[in-house]
């Protein structure tokens, strides 16, 4: 079972950044779909952003053009989350995931609490 730590998460004003990164304990390679859901109080968990075992990245509408999403392969399969201009409504608590594309095994963070507010 892959294991997944995010870190990154804080408070920020409307319009800041934050860079969000979540490190699989091994190198899990493109086999792995990685991607970065959120889930806001009393709303369902909804995607971020995803990248594809082809490389491609997919972002949800609310994000485009804020936010970016990648990959590193090394010792560990990392990736991070760059969001920029951030809206109130970007308020949740962040987490990642991986799924096997060929078995469906999922693993998911801890969840990291990302708060947009003045």
């Known amino acids: 079972q892959v294991q997944l730590v995010e870190s990154g998460g804080g408070l920020v004003q409307p319009g800041g950044s934050l860079r969000l990164s979540c490190a699989a304990d091994r190198r899990i390679g493109s086999i792995y779909v990685m991607g970065w859901y959120r889930q806001a109080p009393g709303k369902q968990r909804e995607l971020v952003a995803i990248?594809?075992?082809?490389?491609?990245?997919?972002y949800a509408d609310s994000v485009k053009g804020r936010f970016t999403m990648s990959r590193e392969e090394s010792a560990k399969s990392t990736v991070h989350l760059q969001m920029t201009n951030l809206k109130p409504e970007d308020t949740a608590v962040y987490y990642c995931?991986?799924?096997?594309?060929?078995?469906?095994?999922?693993?998911w963070g801890q969840g990291t609490q990302v708060t947009v507010s003045s």
């Open positions: 990248i594809t075992t082809g490389g491609n990245t997919n």
């Open positions: 995931n991986a799924r096997d594309s060929l078995s469906g095994n999922t693993a």
